[in-house]
């Protein structure tokens, strides 16, 4: 079964710096998507970025990107020039890729970002 | 309002009631979902539909009805309430195809006294 792991439970950052978030997941798939959501203090789940394990490329989405090791499982987000509207809880998902039907989103437990001014 | 809405946003109810969630969407989004946030477990699938008339159960089923008799609505009905159904309800809709997000309501925090 496929499990996703977010080691750090609340992260704090000072206005303007970078932070990274970590993600590990486990699956014995080669083809899937990794996904990061943002949920604001509104609860609205947002998409902030998205990964195609058959791409190499890193995807980046203005202020952030992410460090993709396929080797190592690992899906780690980073945030630059970091802003109070960054502050949320952030999730990392797994799903894996099929050309129909439902595929199961898997969850982590998310990491509490805190943006200090 | 176009998107993915959800009603109500918040409720209070009784252990052992009836109540429904609804779940409305605008896209004409084939796959629709239901997830529970709670602490510690960030979002658990409850039920799926892939289309009107097909639903299907996700993770943590028990105690949950769903319909779908209409592909824009997805409520979600807790039959006998109980406390452990305190939680955060998420709604959220994706297209059929391609491996792409998922769209996500504004929740509806419930509370079961």
């Known amino acids: 079964a496929q499990t996703v792991t977010q080691s750090q439970p609340e992260m704090s950052v000072q206005e303007a710096e970078t932070v990274t978030l970590s993600c590990t997941y486990d699956?014995?798939?080669?083809?899937?998507?990794l996904f990061w959501y943002k949920q604001p203090p509104s609860r609205q789940m947002i998409l902030v970025i998205r990964?195609?394990?058959?791409?190499?490329q890193n995807a980046t989405e203005n202020r952030f990107s992410v460090n993709f090791q396929k080797a190592a499982k690992s899906f780690s987000l980073k945030i630059s020039d970091s802003q109070l509207g960054d502050a949320a809880m952030y999730f990392c998902?797994?799903?894996?890729?099929?050309?129909?039907?439902?595929?199961?989103?898997?969850f982590g437990t998310g990491t509490k970002l805190q943006v200090i001014p | 309002d176009a998107g993915i809405t959800q009603s109500p946003r918040y409720k209070i109810t009784e252990t052992g009631r009836q109540v429904t969630l609804m779940c409305h969407q605008t896209?004409?989004?084939?796959?629709m979902f239901w997830y529970r946030q709670d602490l510690g477990h960030g979002l658990r699938l409850i039920y799926y539909?892939?289309?009107?008339?097909?639903?299907d159960k996700g993770e943590v089923p028990d105690g949950y009805v769903v319909s779908r008799s209409k592909t824009e609505n997805f409520p979600l009905t807790l039959e006998s309430a109980t406390r452990s159904q305190t939680s955060v309800y998420f709604c959220?809709?994706?297209?059929?195809?391609?491996?792409?997000?998922?769209?996500f309501g504004p929740g509806t925090r419930l509370t079961v006294t």
């Open positions: 539909s892939a289309a009107a008339d097909i639903t």
């Open positions: 699956t014995s798939e080669s083809d899937y998507y």
């Open positions: 998902a797994y799903r894996r890729f099929r050309s129909g039907g439902y595929q199961k989103v898997t």
């Open positions: 896209w004409s989004h084939s796959y």
């Open positions: 990964q195609e394990a058959y791409k190499q």
């Open positions: 959220a809709s994706r297209l059929h195809r391609g491996g792409y997000e998922q769209y």
